[in-house]
T-cell receptor
Framework: AQRVTQPEKLLSVFKGAPVELKCNYSYSGSPELFWYVQYSRQRLQLLLRHISRESIKGFTADLNKGETSFHLKKPFAQEEDSAMYYC??????????????FGTGTLLAVQP | NAGVTQTPKFRILKIGQSMTLQCTQDMNHNYMYWYRQDPGMGLKLIYYSVGAGITDKGEVPNGYNVSRSTTEDFPLRLELAAPSQTSVYFCASQDYGQGEEKAFFGQGTRLTVV
């Protein structure tokens, strides 16, 4: 079954500290992995996707197929990073396999 | 290009009432989704559609119905509102298969059933 697990509901760090938001997944095959972010009073939006291998707002995420993980990292947290972060996956092959499944989300709070 | 538009933004329903949450996208996306967001529970998929005329159940479809008569519109129907349906509802669309698999979200509908 497709599943995305984010074990932390809340992660509180101080400004300048490193951040790691954990995401593990269950999928039979090779999924596409995403991180979405929801800032206060804003729409949910894509932060990054594993296939792009890019860094957005200082965040990176590496897909580890052996550990079935896609943790989101940033070396130095900023107050403006405070938001709700969702890990998501979708499959390949067309039709229902491509539907987007989300984890339960982690609220990142960056303290000054 | 308005993206994904949801209406209404807020609604209070009485138990047993019905309503339709509207969702429209102008990006010609094939995939569309309805999610509900409950505190501490994240986003749960209610229904989704892979194209006009095709819909399927997600994780939590009970109490809801959808239709996809056009590519643009994907309304969500609540027939007999219950307090358990108090939530924030998000519609999303995605252009899967065209190299840009990013999903675009509406601004959400906050529904309270009393």
């Amino acid at each position: 079954a497709q599943r995305v697990t984010q074990p932390e509901k809340l992660l509180s760090v101080f400004k300048g500290a490193p951040v790691e938001l954990k995401c593990n997944y269950s999928y039979s095959g090779s999924p596409e992995l995403f991180w979405y972010v929801q800032y206060s009073r804003q729409r949910l939006q894509l932060l990054l996707r594993h296939i792009s291998r890019e860094s957005i707002k200082g965040f990176t995420a590496d897909l580890n197929k052996g550990e079935t993980s896609f943790h989101l990292k940033k070396p130095f947290a900023q107050e403006e990073d405070s938001a709700m972060y969702y890990c998501a996956l979708s499959g390949h092959g067309g039709g229902a396999t491509n539907k987007l499944i989300f984890g339960t989300g982690t609220l990142l709070a960056v303290q000054p | 290009n308005a993206g994904v538009t949801q209406t209404p933004k807020f609604r209070i329903l009485k138990i047993g009432q019905s309503m339709t949450l509207q969702c429209t996208q102008d990006m010609n996306h094939n995939y569309m989704y309805w999610y509900r967001q409950d505190p501490g529970m994240g986003l749960k998929l209610i229904y989704y559609s892979v194209g006009a005329g095709i819909t399927d159940k997600g994780e939590v479809p009970n109490g809801y119905n959808v239709s996809r008569s056009t590519t643009e519109d994907f309304p969500l129907r609540l027939e007999l509102a219950a307090p358990s349906q108090t939530s924030v509802y998000f519609c999303a669309s995605q252009d899967y298969g065209q190299g840009e698999e990013k999903a675009f979200f509406g601004q959400g509908t906050r529904l309270t059933v009393v």
